[in-house]
């Protein structure tokens, strides 16, 4: 049988196949027959070995059963997927419809992403927005607020914070005293700033077993730092009396009351003292020191010339 030649991929094709086996292409039965070799004489083949006869010689009838020869002896065979003919295994495509024998695994195409719906991608975007708008925002009050804000920021703090005043004398409102005093050596001179005496008979107390009290009142609540103690300046006269000795302080708000002991000196004794918030300050006299015979002359009465409380107010007010 007369073999064709691949158009396509130049395989050699039997003459009663419309495909090639190689290259699936297909195979026009019209066509021109390839040139011979050599005179008369045609090389056929269909399985690679080669026939030479005379073209005046008929060809060998064919059978009449209509199927295709089989493949060579010993030869794997395999059917088309599409048409079920019968092909050498060497065949890539099948050699009566052209169909591909070997059908590997198509490829699959990625998944697709998941797309975001409109109403996502439109919140996506809103928010992106937002943020943007903060962002700047901060960055202009960070560099254009930034006097503003420490500006308010010192206002409220000036207006809360309390003003410190100097320690001062503070000024007595008023002046209680038990027992009262004698003639006109009274409580009030206490807190004169003057030479008058508060003077009481100090042994008719003692009989009684009671004791001074003396209370000074503020104008207001008071922030004490120290009270200063005066009694009689003139030597003489300071022992021929009686002398402040146990003192007993308490304050409006003390928990416990301050005990003190004064010196046996004439002048002015500092007595280190601190109360807060107090509106008033109480000094208990206890206990006095004998009085002496000097120039032959002893008295029964114990003098007190000046109390003074330093501090600072404890809520001070401004104009501003």
């Given at each position: 049988m007369v073999s064709r030649t691949?158009?396509?991929?130049?395989?050699?094709?039997?003459?009663?196949?419309?495909?090639?086996?190689?290259?699936?292409?297909?195979?026009?039965p019209m066509a021109p027959a390839p040139p011979s070799a050599s005179?008369?004489?045609i090389s056929v083949s269909s399985d690679g070995n080669y026939e030479e006869f005379s073209l005046d010689t008929e060809p060998p009838d064919e059978p009449e059963t209509g199927e295709k020869p089989p493949p060579p002896s010993g030869g794997r065979t395999v059917?088309?997927?599409?048409?079920?003919?019968?092909?050498?295994?060497?065949?890539?495509?099948?050699?009566?419809?052209?169909?591909?024998?070997?059908?590997?695994?198509?490829?699959?195409?990625?998944?697709?992403?998941?797309?975001?719906?409109?109403?996502?991608?439109?919140?996506i975007a809103i928010?992106?927005?937002?943020?943007?708008?903060?962002?700047?925002?901060l960055i202009f009050n960070f560099f254009s607020g930034d006097g503003a804000a420490s500006d308010t920021t010192l206002g409220s703090t000036t207006t809360t914070q309390p003003i410190i005043t100097e320690v001062a004398i503070i000024e007595?409102?008023?002046?209680e005293c038990s027992p009262e005093g004698l003639g006109s050596f009274t409580c009030a001179n206490i807190v004169s700033g003057s030479n008058a005496e508060y003077q009481v008979n100090w042994e008719e107390i003692e009989a009684d077993e009671s004791n001074i009290v003396i209370k000074l009142i503020f104008r207001q609540p008071m922030i004490v730092s120290r009270i200063d103690w005066t009694g009689i300046t003139e030597p003489v006269r300071f022992?021929?009396?009686?002398?402040?000795?146990?003192?007993?302080?308490?304050?409006?708000?003390?928990?416990?009351?301050?005990?003190?002991?004064?010196?046996?000196?004439?002048?002015?004794?500092?007595?280190?003292?601190?109360?807060?918030?107090a509106n008033w300050i109480e000094i208990t006299i206890q206990s006095a020191y004998q009085a002496e015979v000097v120039d032959g002359n002893v008295f029964r009465e114990l003098a007190v010339d000046e109390i003074t409380i330093w501090g600072r107010p404890a809520n001070p007010t401004s104009d501003g």
């Amino acid at each position: 049988m007369v073999s064709r030649t691949c158009n396509n991929c130049g395989a050699s094709v039997a003459a009663d196949e419309q495909f090639c086996p190689t290259c699936g292409s297909f195979i026009d039965p019209m066509a021109p027959a390839p040139p011979s070799a050599s005179g008369n004489v045609i090389s056929v083949s269909s399985d690679g070995n080669y026939e030479e006869f005379s073209l005046d010689t008929e060809p060998p009838d064919e059978p009449e059963t209509g199927e295709k020869p089989p493949p060579p002896s010993g030869g794997r065979t395999v059917h088309c997927p599409s048409c079920n003919a019968v092909n050498p295994a060497s065949n890539r495509h099948c050699q009566e419809c052209g169909a591909r024998l070997s059908q590997g695994p198509l490829p699959t195409a990625p998944r697709p992403a998941v797309q975001a719906t409109a109403g996502v991608r439109a919140a996506i975007a809103i928010s992106g927005l937002l943020l943007v708008v903060i962002v700047v925002a901060l960055i202009f009050n960070f560099f254009s607020g930034d006097g503003a804000a420490s500006d308010t920021t010192l206002g409220s703090t000036t207006t809360t914070q309390p003003i410190i005043t100097e320690v001062a004398i503070i000024e007595i409102l008023d002046q209680e005293c038990s027992p009262e005093g004698l003639g006109s050596f009274t409580c009030a001179n206490i807190v004169s700033g003057s030479n008058a005496e508060y003077q009481v008979n100090w042994e008719e107390i003692e009989a009684d077993e009671s004791n001074i009290v003396i209370k000074l009142i503020f104008r207001q609540p008071m922030i004490v730092s120290r009270i200063d103690w005066t009694g009689i300046t003139e030597p003489v006269r300071f022992s021929q009396n009686y002398r402040a000795r146990g003192l007993t302080i308490d304050a409006q708000g003390s928990l416990t009351q301050f005990p003190h002991e004064l010196e046996d000196t004439p002048g002015i004794q500092t007595v280190n003292y601190a109360a807060v918030n107090a509106n008033w300050i109480e000094i208990t006299i206890q206990s006095a020191y004998q009085a002496e015979v000097v120039d032959g002359n002893v008295f029964r009465e114990l003098a007190v010339d000046e109390i003074t409380i330093w501090g600072r107010p404890a809520n001070p007010t401004s104009d501003g």
